[in-house]
């Protein structure tokens, strides 16, 4: 199963990094994504990385949000900057392996005005 973790209580403008450490070989895996679910809200993609390393941002997180990986430590990164009050929600990795989609365990971020 995939790990995910880096959240916690940030001031708006401020940064957090996420990680999620994959199991095997990180260029097993198609594509690797994080998603995010804000109270009472439908969870929602934010970026991706192909194993290619073709990267793709949601519009309101481009240019703050930046997702990449670490091969030797199997581990994906959301490193997030500028964080906005709107960015509060629970943060989820995705691993896709041919038809068959893996998830981490939320990680809460939560952005303070």
């Known amino acids: 199963q995939l790990q995910a973790s880096g959240g916690g209580l940030v001031q708006a403008g401020g940064s957090l990094r996420l990680s999620c450490v994959v199991p095997?070989?990180?260029?097993?895996?198609?594509?690797m994504a994080w998603y995010r679910q804000a109270p009472g809200k439908q969870r929602e993609w934010v970026a991706s990385?192909?194993?290619?390393?073709?990267?793709d941002y949601m519009d309101s997180v481009k240019g703050r949000f930046t997702i990449s990986r670490e091969i030797a430590r199997n581990t994906l990164y959301l490193r997030m900057n500028n964080l906005k009050p709107e960015d509060t929600a629970d943060y989820y990795c995705?691993?896709?392996?041919?038809?068959?989609?893996?998830w981490g365990q939320g990680t809460l971020v939560t952005v303070s005005s």
């Open positions: 990385i192909t194993a290619g390393g073709i990267t």
């Open positions: 995705k691993a896709t392996r041919g038809a068959s989609q893996y």
């Open positions: 095997g070989n990180i260029f097993g895996f198609k594509t």
